[in-house]
């Protein structure tokens, strides 16, 4: 079968192996509650309510892959969706790889997503997951920057930095996910820039390594929704849109 005439099967990777320092000590980030259930839950929800998804891939801590199982036996998720918890690396880029080595044969399109967006909405998976198919090999959630950027020579921390230029804010975008790729280019981007070999850029971002790779990676329009909850103010924002959603039945 050729790759036109090959069906298309989008599965989603959700790394969620990290501690999530900067919401303090605790339960890891993935792990938080957030309206009395965990944001790892909401992620894999939002992965799950776009009907082309029908593979989600949960990377747990190495040592908590039965820990997260049990957690999502717990709560209720679309019984179309088929759901893999397989262990993580040291790193997110060894973890993503993990969830690609867990893929099935037939999955022709991945979404990465990061377990800290739990709120994005299914109207942004669908979007990126449509632009893939339509044949963008790598493409990303985005949005316009609302403060200006400065480039700045970094120093110590709490003291003065000097300012080395200020980017046009109108060229800059602030990435979210899930951020959608081919599986093979994906792929050869991990292999390309192994954990190990590469210099570490871009090894926080999947878009940057295919980048790297020399292919064209694309943008569509994010949502503000879709924010990453990492500092205890993302927290209450987060509940706040939760709340909001529940009320008018959005959710």
């Given at each position: 079968m050729s790759d036109e005439t090959r069906p298309h099967r989008t599965a989603a990777v959700i790394p969620a192996a990290g501690r999530g320092v900067r919401l303090g000590p605790g339960a890891p980030k993935a792990l938080r509650a957030l309206g009395g259930t965990p944001m790892l839950i909401h992620a894999v929800r939002a992965m799950a309510r776009s009907r082309a998804v029908s593979l989600v891939v949960v990377v747990a801590p190495s040592d908590g892959a039965a820990e997260v199982r049990l957690l999502l036996n717990e709560h209720a998720l679309p019984d179309r969706t088929e759901i893999l918890v397989v262990p993580g690396g040291e790193t997110r880029q060894e973890s993503v790889r993990a969830g690609l080595d867990a893929l099935p044969p037939d999955v022709t399109s991945v979404l990465v997503h990061d377990a800290a967006r739990p709120l994005v909405p299914v109207d942004t998976v669908d979007s990126v997951v449509d632009?893939?198919?339509?044949?963008?090999?790598?493409?990303?959630?985005?949005?316009?920057?609302?403060?200006?950027?400065?480039?700045?020579?970094?120093?110590?921390?709490?003291?003065?930095?000097?300012?080395?230029?200020?980017?046009?804010?109108?060229?800059?975008?602030?990435?979210?996910?899930?951020?959608?790729?081919?599986?093979?280019?994906?792929?050869?981007?991990?292999?390309?820039?192994?954990?190990?070999?590469?210099?570490?850029?871009?090894?926080?971002?999947?878009?940057?390594?295919?980048?790297?790779?020399?292919?064209?990676?694309?943008?569509?329009?994010?949502?503000?929704?879709?924010?990453?909850?990492?500092r205890p103010l993302d927290l209450v924002l987060a509940e706040a849109v939760l709340a909001r959603r529940r009320a008018t039945d959005a959710y």
């Open positions: 632009a893939v198919r339509d044949g963008a090999p790598a493409v990303v959630p985005a949005l316009p920057l609302a403060d200006t950027v400065k480039e700045v020579e970094p120093g110590k921390p709490g003291e003065p930095e000097p300012v080395l230029a200020t980017p046009e804010r109108a060229r800059l975008r602030a990435v979210q996910t899930p951020q959608g790729f081919d599986l093979a280019t994906l792929r050869r981007a991990h292999e390309e820039f192994a954990a190990g070999t590469a210099d570490g850029e871009g090894a926080t971002d999947d878009a940057g390594m295919v980048e790297r790779l020399g292919v064209t990676v694309v943008v569509i329009p994010g949502h503000e929704e879709a924010f990453k909850v990492t």
